[in-house]
């Protein structure tokens, strides 16, 4: 039962490169986020998928782009990648657009911007 | 607009001690709250949460949590923790018809031998 599955784990960029940070989730849930965790900050919201074909900008979009590729998938594009962006992201789903059963989370992409 | 204060960002305590983490909470309408843990190199996993009825509500591992209204509070509590409780908690917050989890900024527990 794997859950949600994050890939890559680790990755070092320059600044000006371009990646895409990879979410699947095997639960059939609906809704899908992205956040991102900077120590003493907890975590920030990216992106969410309410449900499959949509897309909603959260506290911190600026910098990122999303696909919801289809129900299992939601991946997190950096366009031209800047140290500020120097994270952990963590890709999260949950049954329905209200969570109330609880997000079931990745295990992290920490990512290091250089 | 909401927000999720959570008071210590760092919290020690000897093995088998009580311990009980604080949160507040912010919010213009009515709330749904939870508590996840984090440990090491590792995700979020739902503690406990509350939606509506009893104000207490018990979680895993030995874990449990008390809604006040007039306080605006949502403390997180454990009677005896032990090594394995070595985490960091983080309460959340989603307001009615919202569709963002608000999180805190999350608090250490270091546990003591």
């Known amino acids: 039962n794997a859950g949600v599955t994050q890939t890559p784990k680790f990755q070092v960029l320059k600044t000006g490169q371009s990646m895409t940070l990879q979410c699947a989730q095997d639960?059939?849930?609906?809704?899908m986020y992205w956040y991102r965790q900077d120590p003493g900050m907890g975590l920030r919201l990216i992106y969410y998928?309410?449900?499959?074909?949509?897309?909603d900008k959260g506290e911190v979009p600026n910098g990122y782009n999303v696909s919801r590729l289809n129900k299992r998938e939601f991946s997190l594009r950096l366009e031209s990648a800047a140290p500020s962006q120097t994270s952990v992201y963590f890709c999260?789903?949950?049954?329905?657009?209200?969570?109330?059963?609880?997000?079931?989370f990745g295990s992290g992409t920490r990512l290091t911007v250089v | 607009a909401q927000s999720v204060t959570q008071l210590d960002s760092q919290v020690p305590v000897f093995e088998e001690a009580p311990v009980e983490l604080r949160c507040n909470y912010s919010s213009s309408v009515s709330v749904y709250l939870f508590w996840y843990v984090q440990y090491p190199n590792q995700g979020l996993q739902l503690l406990l949460k509350y939606l509506s009825g009893s104000t207490l509500v018990k979680g895993i591992n030995g874990f449990e949590a008390e809604f006040n209204k007039s306080q605006t509070s949502f403390h997180l509590r454990k009677p005896s923790v032990h090594i394995s409780d070595t985490a960091e908690y983080f309460c959340?917050?989603?307001?009615?018809?919202?569709?963002?989890?608000?999180f805190g900024k999350g608090t250490k527990l270091s546990v003591i031998p």
């Open positions: 959340a917050l989603r307001g009615a018809g919202s569709y963002q989890l608000t």
């Open positions: 998928s309410a449900s499959e074909g949509t897309t």
């Open positions: 999260a789903s949950s049954e329905d657009w209200t969570g109330l059963d609880g997000y079931t």
């Open positions: 639960m059939n849930h609906n809704s």
